[in-house]
Each structure stands twice: as C-alpha cells, then as structure tokens.
C-alpha cells in the first residue's frame, strides 16, 4: 500500500508559531519602552545626569561669591552666574534667588544652598522667555548669525531676540552696555566689542511683574585685538590691609619687616590665552622678603604666594593674586631655550631631571620628603608628591615651624630641579621677554635642589635679567644662608574682561584701560 507523507509544518503549528513571536516581540517592546524599559531608564539616567552637572556648575559659582567676611555677596553671586554660565536665567533681587539652565531651575539661598526646584514651582509660572538669540550684522536684527570669531573689534554688530511671556506682555528690556531697540517684535542691540551682555526683561500678568535676567557672551571679535604681551595695563587691586605674618619662625629669617605694605606696581600682560583671558604681572616690588635656611625653603612658596594674595587680588571680582613661578618662564621658552634648560648639568655632571644619591650629608629641609622625586632612606626617588611651585597641604594654614630632618638608616637621594639661564632674552623667552625681565632682581616661588658632588643644595630660583639659583641650606646641614630679594605678583583677568586700547604708543604712561572685569 503507497502513503503520500506531507514535508513543511502545518496551519496548527505556524500559527502557534506566530503566537509565540508575537509573545515575544511583546516582552522586547515592552522591556524597550514600557513604564519602566531601558529607554524610559536611559532617558531618566541622561536628564539626572544633567541636572547633577548644572548642580555643581551652580555650586562651584557660589563658593566663589563669597566675600572676605565670609558673606555670600548677591551682587558678586550675579555677575559671576553670569560670566560663567552664560546660558542661565537669574529671577529675583533679593536672596532665595532663582537660577534657571535650560529645562531646570534652582532656588539659591543666602547661606549658598542651591536646590533644584520642580517645574510647578509658582515662583517662576510666568517668568519671561528669551528666543531666538543671535548675533548678526544688519541694524533691524534680520539675518543669519554671525559665525566667525575674527570680526574686528569696534565694527558695528547687533544683538537680536524675542521677548514673551505667557499670559502677558513684556513691560520693559533694558542692557547693562546699551539700548535694545524694538523692531518689529525683535529687540536690537549695538555692540561693538566681546563681553557678556546682560538683559533685564521684565513681563507683566494680570498687573503683577515677573522679571529674569538673561545673558548673552558674545565672542565674535577677534580676541584682544591691539593688546599684545608686554603692554601696560590698568589693573588696580583692591586696597589692602598691611601683611602682618612674617617672622623668625616661618622665615627663618631676622631681616624682615614687621609689615608689608600694597604698593603702585605698573602691570603688563604676561599671556594672552587662545579664549580671550590673560594674566598680568606686577612690577617688582620695592619691598624686599627674607627668606633664610631650612624655614625658609618649608614656607617660601607659601609665603610668596599669600603675600601677593592677600596685598594685590581683586576679590570683589573673583580675582586672586599669587606670586610669579617657574612654570610663568618655562611657558615662553622657546625650542633653543629649552635645549640650554634640559642640558643643564650640576658639577659633578648631574643633568636636570637626573638623581643623586648621597650616603652622607643627608640633612633635608622637613619639606623635602613630600616632594616628588626624593628618596629618604632609599637610593630610588619617589615618582609621587608635590611640585617645587606647590606648598604642602599637610602644614597647619600653610606654614610649618619645622626645620630639617635627616635620612640615616640608608641615605638620601635628590633629583636635580634647578637649572640656570644666562639671559632672560628674544632667544630664550621669544616675546615674553617684555614682561619677564627685569633690572631688579626678584624671587620666584618655585624651589630647587642642585646635586652638588659632596652634598646638595636647597633653594629657590630668582629672576630679573637671568633665570639663577639661590641656595638657602644644604644636605651637609652646613654653610646656612639668608637672602632677600622682591616679589612679583600675577593675576589672572578673565575672558569677558573689557578692556579699551590706549590712544598713541602704550607705555607705563600710556596703558591699555580695563573698562569691566
């Protein structure tokens, strides 16, 4: 008997088939975009991500807001939300504030504390809108927005936006640097220079107003054209109250005065930065600082640098001085330069960057051991630790009564830091010699060691017309010595700093002025 038998799967199994896929692309969707899938998940974890950024962003302007009483200044609070989150809102005139980035908003208190603050706060129902921000060329506010960042400074542009508010209408726009004009439902701003533009946009609803502050950072100027390194510049500190802090415990020395003063220092600009900021060097002051042994290279870096701090920042600004370094020079050297730095060899032919181990003569300033590349007690340098510009956090406020110590189970191995420059010239520095050189002598807050074929030396560089070496104390404990020289302070002026050129020839007598910091 012949039977035919059927290959392939039957109507009962395919559609059983299909049941099953179907099941499981129902599972996958639902895993992808249900109420809690992956997407939905991701999504969440993206925006609480952003909002934690914004947070800190916020945070970080705000530990910097405060005054030298300890104060949170709402003034200073402002203006710094404004030059470094330019993109944020600020509603309010008295504190809690509110700082609006984006979809987010966030309620500061007068005590600092930032809180986000959900979308159905009442405070900021009606607050005002700002669209479509641009930067263009035509006085109407019409056109595309200009793109490239080489316009020169002073030709006319405009900023132009939209202003609304739900429910209302806007009462009044007014700009810290000019006068919006409304033409046809855009408000118009000239301009003729980089900075931040702060607009106060006030909407009334229902007779009660709503006011926010909006910020645009225009950048399209070429940055700093006609300001160049060397020039003098008008920066004055704010008045300072005379340093009181130098004496024979932390300086290890008897020569200094029992007061340091503020005093008129001529300013150049020591670097212009590719976004616009700059830093600016002082004069050498008349005043000297004394510095001697092994006090004198613990708190040397310290000292120098609160000194400059406490007699020539700007803190109502946000502006904290500090003293010149090593690091201030070795940005400006140039390839040859560089080459007569890294060639530097000490007597017994020690080249910079290269260690030295001495069995004996094995006294050490107590610093030294939490530098990176010292070996106590070990013929191997140690490869973490701070940097000779750096003090050590580990001192009570910075300083430290200590004086040395003494590796003597093994010995102490030193690696060489210092090295010297026979000239601060056009070869060496390029054009940062203009603000680097000086006919007097003055100290730079950096430190050394010098491997010596006896023993070593301890000390700190000093600048003027030559990059030198100064020594304080040595690893034979032996041949102590005191100095004193004049201190260079530096600042650092921010991007959105506006500064107008000087008429004729800049000289001391004739300086670059600084309009707004």
Not at 32 to 61: M, S, W
Not at 386 to 405: A, D, K, M, R, V
Not at 442 to 467: E, K, L, N, Q
Request: glycine share 10%.
């Amino acid at each position: 008997m012949k039977t035919n038998k059927e290959n392939g799967i039957t109507l009962v199994a395919l559609i059983i088939t299909i049941i099953i896929l179907l099941i499981l692309a129902g599972i996958t969707i639902n895993l992808l975009i249900g109420e809690n899938g992956l997407i939905k998940i991701a999504t969440e974890a993206a925006k609480k991500y952003e909002l934690e950024a914004i947070k800190e962003r916020i945070e970080l302007v705000v530990l910097g807001s405060y005054n030298n009483e300890g104060k949170l200044e709402l003034d200073i609070l402002k203006n710094n939300i404004s030059e470094n989150i330019p993109e944020a809102t600020i509603v309010g005139e008295d504190f809690p504030i509110i700082v609006n980035v984006f979809d987010y908003s966030f309620e500061i208190d007068k005590d600092g504390k930032v809180e986000f603050i959900e979308s159905n706060k009442p405070e900021i129902t009606h607050q005002p809108e700002v669209t479509e921000v641009k930067v263009v060329e035509n006085s109407d506010g019409t056109g595309n927005s200009i793109e490239s960042d080489s316009v020169e400074e002073g030709r006319q542009l405009y900023i132009s936006f939209k202003a609304s508010i739900k429910e209302g209408t806007i009462k009044s726009v007014t700009c810290d640097k000019g006068t919006p004009t409304l033409l046809n439902g855009i408000y118009v701003t000239p301009i003729t220079q980089n900075g931040i533009y702060k607009f106060t946009i006030v909407g009334n609803v229902g007779g009660k107003d709503y006011s926010i502050i909006h910020s645009v950072n225009v950048d399209k100027y070429e940055k700093r054209s006609g300001l160049k390194v060397g020039d003098y510049i008008s920066y004055e500190p704010d008045s300072a109250q005379p340093y009181t802090k130098l004496s024979l415990d932390n300086t290890g020395a008897q020569n200094n005065s029992t007061s340091l003063t503020q005093e008129n220092l001529n300013w150049q600009i020591l670097r212009i930065y590719d976004d616009g900021s700059m830093d600016l060097i002082g004069s050498p002051t008349s005043a000297y600082l004394y510095l001697g042994v092994h006090k004198g290279y613990n708190n040397g870096v310290y000292l120098m640098n609160d000194i400059c701090k406490s007699l020539y920042s700007k803190t109502s600004k946000g502006i904290i001085a500090r003293s010149i370094r090593k690091e201030d020079f070795e940005e400006w050297l140039t390839d040859s330069g560089r080459e007569v730095r890294d060639k530097y060899t000490s007597e017994p032919g020690i080249i910079y960057g290269g260690s030295k181990f001495y069995a004996t003569n094995s006294y050490y300033p107590d610093i030294y051991q939490y530098e990176k590349g010292a070996g106590i007690n070990s013929t191997t340098p140690q490869t973490e630790g701070i940097g000779p510009s750096e003090s050590y956090s580990g001192y009570e406020n910075g300083l430290t009564t200590n004086t040395y110590e003494r590796a003597d189970s093994v010995g102490l191995t030193v690696t060489q830091t210092g090295y010297e420059l026979p000239a601060i010239d056009v070869a060496t520095f390029g054009e940062g010699v203009k603000p680097l050189t000086a006919s007097t002598v003055y100290w730079i807050a950096s430190r050394y060691t010098w491997c010596g074929p006896v023993h070593s030396t301890f000390g700190y560089f000093i600048g003027g017309t030559a990059i030198k070496l100064n020594w304080l104390t040595t690893t034979a404990n032996s041949h102590p010595q005191t100095l004193g020289y004049n201190l260079r302070p530096v600042v650092s002026i921010g991007a959105n700093a506006e500064i107008t050129t000087c008429l004729g020839a800049n000289s001391v007598t004739n300086k670059h002025i600084i309009t707004q910091y």
